[in-house]
Nanobody, 124 residues
Framework: QVQLVESGGGLVQAGGSLRLSCAASGRTFSRYYMAWFRQAPGKEREFVAAISKLGVSTDYAGSVKGRFTISRDNAKNTGYLQMNSLKPEDTAVYYC?????????????????WGQGTQVTVSS
């Protein structure tokens, strides 16, 4: 098993930046594809970004492409989501998740392990 803990959320003005971290413990982090999802109040959880095991390949939702960057440092067992040019519609709880087998999938049901989430609030 792997345990995931997100951090770095907070309150930021529109146009600002935040960097989220996802610290992994347990099994070797590099065994897993990693993704970020988010869930706003009253909405379904949605895919944000994903990264391959060695960080070579990435995938982004259209709504964040060009503003967010996913990365990972396997030596530190940590994944990141750099969020720039934040908008009020980015307000949500952000979750990191990992999966060993399905690749860069956007489907939340194919991720095996999840963190508890970190709140991001963007004020206008």
């Amino acid at each position: 098993q792997v345990q995931l803990v997100e951090s770095g959320g907070g309150l930021v003005q529109a146009g600002g930046s935040l960097r989220l971290s996802c610290a992994a413990s347990g099994r070797t982090f590099s065994r897993y594809y990693m993704a970020w999802f988010r869930q706003a109040p009253g909405k379904e959880r949605e895919f944000v970004a994903a990264i391959s095991k060695l960080g070579v390949s990435t995938d982004y939702a259209g709504s964040v492409k060009g503003r967010f960057t996913i990365s990972r440092d396997n030596a530190k067992n940590t994944g990141y989501l750099q969020m720039n040019s934040l908008k009020p519609e980015d307000t949500a709880v952000y979750y990191c998740a990992v999966d060993e087998d399905y690749g860069l999938t956007r489907h939340s049901g194919q991720y095996d392990y999840w963190g508890q989430g970190t709140q991001v609030t963007v004020s206008s």
